[in-house]
């Protein structure tokens, strides 16, 4: 049974209740974010609770939580369930009142929850599964105008998962008025002649901590990065499609609308990028590193 902590206190997760009246639950109102787990260290983990507070900001909702409040929390997780190589998943909701009402609350209790799932452990050579990518499909972006705040109304998303489901696809790349922007849960990237190009960072996608790690990694090993406007229809001319995400990493997408990318396998700057992504968690798990020149890699 796994142990999950809801408001300053660690139980079984099917203990873990919350009333009706929470506004999580009336009306989405909260945020969230999904930090990885490898070896025991949680990943990136200062960059992931800059995004919360950024999103804690954007609803304006106060929270008095600093990083070793969070970090206490999930080293607890990873230790109540023996857990190595986990996602953990924070939640915080601005809690629930004697009435449904849309006004903010003057004096806010929040709802924080957080629970954490096994994550399949990444291999240092690719799968099968691995090289054969996935297929998406473009579709247009029904979601709000702020994809930036990580909020848990996500049914615009569930939406164009499911649309992409439904095709035979496994997944949709999100577009608007014509500019591609980022999957329903990770961000876009695409290869040409070499250079690695992602769309720049808006109020219309998130600012993926691996869309910055995969950046930041790409340039230490000299490979050229740009972020621009990726028009939809450039991405049917690219040589590679990656989707990223702190759960899938980096994922090739070899087939968009039923159009073959590159020779229809993860493409050679993938591989490259796999690569130096594998070896940095590996480096991690023999405890080599911790941090590098661009800040906490784990805590
Ligand atoms: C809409 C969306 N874009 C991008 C991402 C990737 O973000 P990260 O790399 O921080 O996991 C996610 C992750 O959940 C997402 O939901």
């Known amino acids: 049974m796994s142990i999950a902590y809801l408001n300053g206190q660690f139980l079984p997760i099917e203990e873990a209740k919350v009333p009706a ?15 990885p787990v490898y070896a025991g260290k949680l990943f990136r983990f200062k960059q992931h609770i800059e995004r919360l507070e950024n999103s804690l900001r954007s609803i304006r909702l106060p929270l008095e939580q600093t990083l070793q409040n969070w970090a206490d929390i999930c080293h607890q997780l ?13 939640q915080i909701t601005r809690g629930a009142y004697p009435e449904r009402n849309h006004d903010f609350p003057s004096n806010p209790t929040p709802t924080i929850f957080a629970m954490i799932s096994p994550l399949p452990e990444i291999q240092p050579q690719p799968s099968k599964e691995d ?40 997944d ?19 290869v040409r002649d070499g250079v690695i190009i992602t769309p720049p960072l ?27 406007s990726v028009p939809e229809h450039e991405l049917l001319q690219a040589d590679e499609i990656w989707l990223t995400s702190s759960t899938k990493e980096i994922r090739p997408v070899t087939r968009l609308n039923d159009v073959i990318i590159g020779d229809g396998t993860a493409g050679p700057v993938w591989r490259q990028m796999y690569d130096h992504y594998q070896q940095l968690k590996a480096q991690l798990y023999r405890g080599e590193i911790d941090s590098n020149s661009e800040g906490e890699i784990a805590l």
Do not use: P
């Open 78 to 90: 990873i230790k109540s369930n023996r857990l190595d190589n986990a996602t953990i998943y924070l």
């Open 21 to 35: 009246l929470d506004r999580g639950f009336l009306f989405g109102d909260g945020v969230y974010e999904v930090v």
């Open 202 to 228: 808006s109020e219309h996608l998130l600012s993926g901590v691996t869309r910055d790690f995969v950046l930041w990694l790409a340039e230490q090993h000299g490979i050229l990065t740009e972020q621009r």
């Open 131 to 170: 090289l054969q990518g996935i297929s998406a499909i473009t579709a247009e972006d029904i979601r709000w105008q702020r994809c930036d705040i990580k909020a848990i109304t996500l049914l615009a998303n569930c939406l164009l998962k499911q649309q992409a489901l439904e095709c035979g696809a496994n």
């Open 172 to 190: 949709t790349i999100l577009v608007r008025n014509g500019v591609a922007l980022e999957a329903t849960s990770s961000n876009l990237f695409m």
